[in-house]
């Protein structure tokens, strides 16, 4: 797995989006979140993480970031992920609360349905002209599967989210590509949850948002 280590102080993993790689978070390792430890990591078929697989989940990614750990020797650290990276969270949550001490989830979304009616149709859309580009080898497979991953059920109930025992921050965007009603439903679903809207952002542009940077510092406690 590829990643981007930087800095000292407490240990900070950053996950990005959907087709997105740790190069998103370069400025947030070099100067927002410079007082922390961050490792920026490429999920598995993003960026430098290479794979094989036929098949994609947000399960199997947060799988590869409790691996990653044990491999680096991090016991205790906190995460934050924005979109895919955010769903990722919400499964680190269940599996390894242990591990990760502070959850930060930005415009995560654990229902399909829960994203705007508008960007689903763009979705599906966009989905049939991949595949086409696919069978036509003008797209790589992996392209394929990252889009599916946007179109299913991440693989958690709302009565999972209810178990959850962990420390969480949730930030969505005032024009996000996921529901409010969504967003404000799992809050009220998961224990220990804290919730802000970060004004004048998009679901795009959130992650490094001047409020949502320091929603995250004063939430880290630093």
């Known amino acids: 797995m590829a990643y981007r280590e930087f800095g000292s102080g407490p240990n900070l993993i950053l996950l990005h989006g959907n087709s997105q790689n740790k190069g998103i978070f370069k400025k947030h ?10 490792y920026a ?40 992920g924005f979109s895919d990276g955010g769903n990722i969270c919400l499964f680190l949550a ?27 149709f763009f979705l599906n859309k966009m989905y ?38 962990a420390n969480i921050l949730i930030l969505y965007a005032e024009k996000d590509m996921i529901k409010e009603e969504h967003i404000l439903k799992m809050s009220e679903l998961i224990k220990n949850c804290r919730i802000k809207k970060i004004k004048e952002t998009t679901h795009l542009n959130i992650y490094k948002n001047r409020e949502t940077i320091k929603e995250i510092i004063e939430f880290m406690g630093l």
């Open 41 to 80: 990591v490429d999920s598995r078929g993003h960026g430098q993480s290479i794979s094989l697989d036929n098949k994609f989940s947000i399960k199997q990614y947060s799988e590869d970031i409790v691996n990653f750990c044990r491999q680096m020797g991090i016991i205790k650290t906190s995460v934050m």
């Open 29 to 38: 390792q070099l100067h927002y979140f410079k007082n922390f430890h961050t």
């Open 128 to 165: 049939k002209i991949i595949l086409f580009m696919n069978k036509m080898h003008l797209l790589p497979k992996r392209i394929v599967l990252r889009w599916e991953l946007m179109l299913k059920d991440i693989g958690i109930t709302g009565d999972e989210l209810t178990k959850l025992n």
């Open 94 to 120: 269940q599996s390894n609360p242990e591990i990760f001490e502070k959850i930060i989830a930005l415009s995560p979304n654990y229902l399909v349905n829960g994203t705007t009616d508008e960007t689903l």
